[in-house]
């Protein structure tokens, strides 16, 4: 048993090593730069140890806005989305002709690259001394009144936001979900059947249980995903987001490194800290509701 043990270790080492080197060094540099108050890129040297850091981040109103921003993404598109994606899936659950033609085309835009499908809505949506833009147009032609969603007011810009953030990462959930209901044991559905159950009834004791795991994974990944939303934003509103006032906490942690006022790697690691301790927050409560709503 004890060779055996060893010789698990042995297979584990390189792995090990490059988690050490990579993941967790990195995570214990990133608190002890935070603390470091004073800290000089260029001589490497702090005054001392201490939270203002992390104080002056919290009341810095550029950071207050990502904030701002990155939570009304996350509480806006990971629901929507999801939803969405069931929604799509059981559609196309239903489909017994051409599903997989259908599967492959709601897929497209998830191997699409990002900022090429940010380009295309940046188009679709902007307003320039030509065009109105397509989407204004067809506004314009129901009777509505017209709006600059790229350079406009702020509900608009977040509108975009939202909606881009929606259809880059609803293939993805398409995809799981889909292969999730495959997976789910027809005999549960023919018993149901002969019991004369209605759908509904179906799908809240028989669907929705069985795939609740896959739900609860989505889920969990999605509000990670919205909370390190970064390229999406500047796929729409290019790189000086805080002029755009639609910076996110990535975004501010990357200008505070390598921004035009960057070179501040003790302030961007403080904001980083507070999103980890956000992101760590709200896994740990979807962990625990998931305790009572998700059936393995």
Not at 24 to 40: M, Q, R, T
Not at 77 to 88: K, R
Not at 108 to 117: E, G, K
Not at 195 to 212: A, C, H, N, V
């Amino acid at each position: 048993m004890k060779k055996s043990g060893a010789k698990g270790w042995l297979y584990l080492l390189p792995a090990i090593v490059l988690l050490g080197l990579f993941m967790v060094y990195p995570l214990i540099d990133v608190f002890v730069y935070s603390a470091e108050e004073g800290y000089n890129f260029v001589t490497q040297t702090a005054k001392g140890i201490g939270l203002y850091n992390y104080s002056y981040v919290l009341r810095d109103p550029y950071f207050l806005q990502a904030v701002k921003n990155t939570f009304i993404i996350v509480i806006i598109t990971v629901p929507l989305s999801t939803g969405f994606a069931l929604l799509i899936a059981l559609a196309l659950n239903s489909i017994t002709k051409l599903k997989e033609l259908f599967q492959t085309v709601y897929f497209l835009p998830y191997v699409t690259n990002t900022l090429a499908v940010g380009l295309v809505f940046m188009i679709l949506f902007r307003r320039t001394a030509y065009t109105d833009g397509m989407i204004n147009l067809l506004i314009q032609l129901f009777g509505g009144q017209g709006v600059d969603f790229i350079d406009g007011p702020y509900w608009a810009k977040m509108f975009v936001m939202c909606f881009y953030t929606i259809w880059v990462v609803l293939p993805f959930k398409v995809l799981i979900l889909t292969s999730a209901l495959a997976s789910v044991n027809q005999d549960y559905y023919n018993a149901a059947r002969i019991d004369g159950t209605s759908k509904g009834r179906i799908f809240r004791r028989i669907t929705l249980p069985m795939i609740s795991p896959m739900l609860f994974y989505l889920i969990i990944t999605g509000f990670i995903g919205a909370f390190k939303a970064y390229s999406d934003e500047v796929a729409l509103f290019g790189t000086n987001l805080n002029e755009a006032g639609m910076n996110t906490i990535v975004g501010y942690v990357y200008d505070m490194l390598y921004g035009s006022a960057g070179g501040y790697p003790s302030y961007a690691s403080a904001a980083a800290v507070i999103l980890f301790a956000i992101v760590l927050t709200i896994t740990c409560v979807n962990l625990m509701v998931s305790r009572k709503t998700v059936h393995y």
